[in-house]
Nanobody, 126 residues
Framework: QLQLVESGAGLVQAGGSLRLSCAASGRTFSNSPMGWFRRAPGKEREFVAAINSAGGFTIYTDSVKGRFTIGRDNTRNTVYLQMNSLKDEDTAVYYC???????????????????WGQGTQVTVSS
């Protein structure tokens, strides 16, 4: 079982950068693909980025490609989301999530994730 805690919430101007972190407690982190999702006000939850358990394979939603980078440090049980060139439409609550241990590949389907953090607010102002 994993417990996930996001950090890095903040208010940033458009064009700025922010780095989110998700710390996991539990021995299965290194065997679990991880993902970031977000929910903007009045909108459905959407996939942002995901990374496989070893950290060498990543996927992104089109709207963040070239701007966001997902990474992980299995020695620290942490997954990151580096967000650059932020836009107004990136304003949302961001959630990290973990797939079941033993799954190798990342997924953009939220139903594939079994553990979720509480979320952290990112606000981009123009």
């Amino acid at each position: 079982q994993l417990q996930l805690v996001e950090s890095g919430a903040g208010l940033v101007q458009a064009g700025g950068s922010l780095r989110l972190s998700c710390a996991a407690s539990g021995r299965t982190f290194s065997n679990s693909p991880m993902g970031w999702f977000r929910r903007a006000p009045g909108k459905e939850r959407e996939f942002v980025a995901a990374i496989n358990s070893a950290g060498g394979f990543t996927i992104y939603t089109d709207s963040v490609k070239g701007r966001f980078t997902i990474g992980r440090d299995n020695t620290r049980n942490t997954v990151y989301l580096q967000m650059n060139s932020l836009k107004d439409e990136d304003t949302a609550v961001y959630y990290c999530a973990a797939r079941q241990s033993g799954q190798y590949y990342p997924s953009s389907d939220p139903d594939e994730y079994v553990y979720w953090g509480q979320g952290t607010q990112v606000t981009v102002s123009s």
